[in-house]
């Protein structure tokens, strides 16, 4: 079974310092790795994801998040905020291999508040 | 790519009332989701259909719970004598299997408030 920790509910940060957002898993098998951002009333929409080849990957609007598999975490970073990051981040994990059904079983973690202070 | 939508993005109903919700997919994707989701919590898998097959449903979808797609494009979720527990936002996420993983890309969701 695969499970997704996110031990920060809420983070407040001031506008223009850097922020961490945690994320750890558990998994018995090979996996991929997702970040997730939604904002109020808005569905998820997909960060940026680990596959494989680079431990880090990047997304278009300066976040990034690092794959260390030896400590099972898959943190994201930005090294400065805006008001406009201000949404709840989801981590997810997803088993590299699909169940007999062809599924893909993606599990997230309870999500982070970022709360960009002016 | 118009991205998934869903439709209505907000339902208010009493309970015991019944509910449909739609969802359409991006257009090349096969792959089609459905999770709830409940204040503070992340998403959870309800079920998974692969063009107009369901394959695999989550014990969370109770009796009172139905999916269809069937044509293997837009899908619905249908929701019987509704409980104050439903209250929840629904998503629905598409894929396809034509790449080497399964990326899945949401809906703005559906938001049921049973009264």
């Known amino acids: 079974a695969q499970s997704v920790t996110q031990l920060d509910s809420q983070v407040p940060v001031f506008e223009e310092a850097p922020v961490e957002l945690r994320c750890n898993y558990s998994s018995s098998v090979s996996v991929y790795l997702f970040w997730y951002v939604q904002y109020p009333n808005q569905g998820l929409q997909l960060l940026l994801k680990?596959?494989?080849?680079?431990?880090l990957v990047k997304s278009i609007n300066g976040f990034e998040a690092e794959f260390n598999k030896s400590q099972t975490s898959f943190h994201l970073r930005k090294p400065s905020v805006h008001i406009s990051d201000t949404a709840e981040y989801f981590c997810a994990v997803s088993d590299r291999f699909p169940t007999s059904g062809g599924y893909q079983k993606v599990t997230f973690g309870t999500g982070t508040k970022l709360q960009v202070i002016p | 790519d118009t991205g998934v939508s869903q439709d209505p993005r907000h339902k208010i109903t009493k309970r015991g009332q019944n509910v449909t919700f739609r969802c359409d997919p991006i257009s090349e994707h096969n792959r089609l989701y459905w999770y709830r989701q409940t204040l503070g919590q992340g998403p959870e898998f309800l079920t998974y259909f692969q063009n107009e097959a369901q394959l695999e449903k989550s014990r969370l979808l109770s009796n009172r719970f139905s999916a269809e797609r069937p044509k293997g494009s837009f899908s619905t979720l249908e929701i019987q004598r509704t409980e104050q527990g439903d209250s929840a936002m629904y998503l629905c996420?598409?894929?396809?299997?034509?790449?080497?993983?399964?990326?899945?890309?949401f809906g703005p969701g559906t938001r049921l408030t049973v009264l």
């Open positions: 680990y596959l494989s080849g680079s431990t």
């Open positions: 996420a598409s894929s396809n299997t034509g790449g080497s993983t399964d990326t899945q890309y």
